[in-house]
């Protein structure tokens, strides 16, 4: 029987397509999608998007209907998780890791290792970061044994892109449930600051800014590398800068926050909005930063066990993950908290194990 999805639910954009079709492809359950990013002001599938169904469906050796760009409406039928080597170019400078997003959660479950290079932009507004994906997000996802890297090849920022990443998954027998409610003392706090086709000082300025906002905050261990190149061995298609910073803790949570540049934005501002962004999730005294809690939904509703976590905010984007997993695979999710307010969510995770 075909699972309905109303992609229009919550704030309506991507992030709902990634989640339905990632769930139906671990599960083998057929997805019809419709009112595909219905509240975007350019509604229906982005190249980006379109990109990501594909490379999923290679993955997964599924049969698509409705595939195409500005298509609205969608089914997915997904058959085994294969694995082996794949290449996506979006062709723009769309996110590579929200093409990532859309594979990791199938990859996990393939029959074989899954790599992957993906080119389009590594550094995006209203998307993870790589540095965040590298950092934050796989460091945490392997608290739950799953296993895999990724690598920045070469930065992509709007509007040229072409920045290049790869990303090694073994797969995983099944993947183990996540307790993390009492973050501890922060032990360290590292980040890039990095720029491309500028002068270096944009980026060491990014590094100092964010230093000292964290240290006046009462944080001592800070360790933010400037990342630049020399105009003559400069790879990279056209300029960009940005910071990501992540807080080490304890008891092994990893938290995170991140700043884009842009033409007249001073530096400085830039190291300043990731700092502070940081230093005020620290101080709600959670373990999981507002931007990863989303991300994590999925992989807890899968796991084997009892998965409890405190988010430092539920966003809008968690709260509608939640919903979205708790219809395709019917698991049921417990949250404490009010929407953009810290909280807590705990779920009884499926025990979903991989189909040989």
């Given at each position: 029987?075909?699972?309905?999805?109303d992609s229009?639910?919550?704030e309506?954009?991507?992030?709902?397509?990634?989640?339905?079709?990632?769930?139906s492809?671990v599960?083998q359950?057929?997805?019809?999608?419709?009112?595909?990013r219905a509240?975007r002001?350019?509604p229906?599938?982005?190249?980006?998007?379109?990109?990501?169904?594909?490379?999923?469906a290679e993955?997964?050796?599924a049969?698509?209907?409705g595939?195409?760009?500005?298509s609205?409406?969608?089914k997915?039928?997904?058959?085994?998780?294969?694995?082996?080597?794949?290449?996506v170019?979006?062709?723009t400078?769309?996110?590579t890791?929200?093409?990532l997003q859309?594979?990791?959660?199938?990859?996990?479950?393939?029959?074989k290792?899954?790599?992957?290079?993906?080119?389009?932009g590594?550094?995006?507004p209203l998307?993870?970061?790589i540095?965040?994906l590298?950092?934050?997000?796989?460091?945490?996802?392997?608290k739950?044994?799953?296993?895999?890297?990724?690598?920045c090849?070469?930065r992509?920022?709007?509007?040229?892109g072409?920045?290049?990443?790869?990303?090694?998954?073994?797969?995983?027998e099944k993947?183990?449930a996540?307790?993390?409610t009492?973050?501890?003392?922060?032990?360290?706090?590292a980040?890039?600051?990095?720029c491309?086709r500028?002068?270096?000082?944009i980026?060491?300025?990014?590094?100092?800014?964010?230093?000292?906002?964290?240290?006046k905050a009462g944080y001592?261990?800070v360790?933010i590398?400037a990342?630049?190149?020399?105009?003559?061995?400069?790879?990279?298609?056209?300029?960009?800068?940005?910071?990501?910073?992540w807080?080490?803790?304890?008891?092994?949570?990893?938290?995170?926050?991140s700043?884009?540049?842009?033409?007249?934005?001073?530096?400085e501002?830039?190291?300043?909005?990731?700092?502070e962004?940081?230093?005020?999730?620290?101080?709600t005294?959670?373990?999981v930063?507002?931007?990863?809690?989303d991300?994590?939904i999925p992989?807890?509703?899968l796991?084997?066990?009892?998965?409890?976590?405190?988010?430092?905010?539920?966003?809008?984007?968690?709260l509608?993950?939640?919903?979205?997993?708790?219809q395709?695979?019917?698991?049921?999710f417990?949250?404490?908290?009010q929407?953009?307010?810290?909280?807590?969510?705990h779920?009884?995770?499926l025990?979903f194990?991989?189909?040989l």
């Open positions: 029987m075909m699972i309905e999805v229009s639910i919550g309506g954009g991507g992030a709902v397509l990634r989640t339905a079709l990632a769930l492809a599960s359950r057929s997805i019809h999608i419709f009112n595909v509240k002001t350019k229906g599938l982005q190249p980006q998007h379109m990109h990501g169904v594909k490379a999923l993955l997964t050796n049969r698509v209907e595939l195409g760009l500005h609205k409406e969608l997915f039928e997904p058959s085994t998780i294969e694995g082996g080597r794949y290449r170019d979006i062709g400078a769309g996110s890791t929200l093409i859309i594979l990791m959660p199938a990859a996990a479950f393939a029959r290792p899954v790599e992957v290079e993906i080119t389009g590594t550094d995006n998307a993870p970061p540095d965040f590298k950092n934050v997000t796989l460091p945490m996802l392997r739950m044994g799953y296993q895999g890297e990724a690598e090849v070469r992509g920022h709007y509007p040229r072409g920045g290049i990443v790869r990303a090694h998954i073994e797969p995983a993947l183990q996540l307790k993390l009492e973050p501890g003392k922060v032990v360290r706090i980040g890039v600051a990095h491309v500028l002068p270096s000082h980026a060491t300025r990014m590094a100092h800014a964010a230093s000292m906002v964290l240290i001592s261990t360790d590398k990342e630049s190149y020399e105009p003559a061995r400069d790879p990279h298609l056209g300029p960009g800068a940005g910071i990501v910073l807080a080490e803790t304890e008891r092994g949570a990893i938290l995170g926050a700043s884009l540049g842009g033409p007249g934005k001073p530096a501002q830039v190291g300043r909005e990731a700092a962004s940081l230093a005020r999730q620290l101080d005294g959670c373990v930063d507002r931007y990863l809690t991300q994590l992989y807890m509703a796991a084997d066990g009892s998965s409890e976590i405190t988010s430092t905010e539920l966003t809008s984007h968690t509608t993950n939640i919903s979205l997993v708790e395709i695979i019917g698991v049921k417990e949250i404490e908290g929407l953009g307010r810290p909280g807590m969510i779920v009884g995770g025990g194990a991989r189909r």
